[in-house]
């Protein structure tokens, strides 16, 4: 369905933060760009495969984290609205309309970071997450 890409940046520094949440939010990233190219693919599952990318970098005092999908994208009229609580999609039994909200909450609210989206409907979706390197 798709290739995982990683381009990990070797000499990133330790960032503090909690590790497990810190881990929700990429496997809710990873989810989320999984469901977004199987609804681009489609029926053609074997055929033609999607690609997600991770990357992390740091500059300065952030440590930043892409993760990228050639999915379907997000449509313009709804952009505003992802990170609300129980904003959804997706049909029933395949989100709860939690993931985004609480990893907003994760990175913003209990990290002191950043959580950006650039989106190209058709294209694919790059979430873009800045955690402060040093501890506030």
């Known amino acids: 369905m798709a290739n995982l ?7 990133l520094p330790m960032v503090p933060c909690l590790a497990d949440e810190i881990g ?10 999984v469901h977004a190219i199987e609804d681009k693919i489609g029926n053609k ?3 033609v495969k999607g690609k997600i990318t991770i990357k992390t970098r740091h500059n ?7 993760i990228s999908d050639t999915g379907i ?3 313009k009229e709804i952009l505003n609205r992802i990170f609300d609580p129980f904003f959804t999609t997706k049909e029933v039994g395949r989100g709860s309309g939690q ?13 002191g970071g ?10 694919g979706t790059t979430f873009t997450i800045k955690l402060p390197i040093k501890a506030n």
């Open 45 to 47: 599952k074997g055929e």
């Open 99 to 111: 993931g985004l909200a609480i990893s907003r909450s994760v990175i913003v609210e209990k990290h």
């Open 24 to 33: 929700q939010v990429l496997l809710n990233m990873i989810v989320n760009a």
């Open 60 to 66: 300065n005092d952030f440590a930043i984290i892409k």
């Open 114 to 123: 950043e959580i950006k989206v650039d989106t190209k409907p058709g294209k």
């Open 73 to 75: 994208g997000i449509p």
């Open 5 to 11: 890409e990683k381009d990990l940046d070797p000499d």
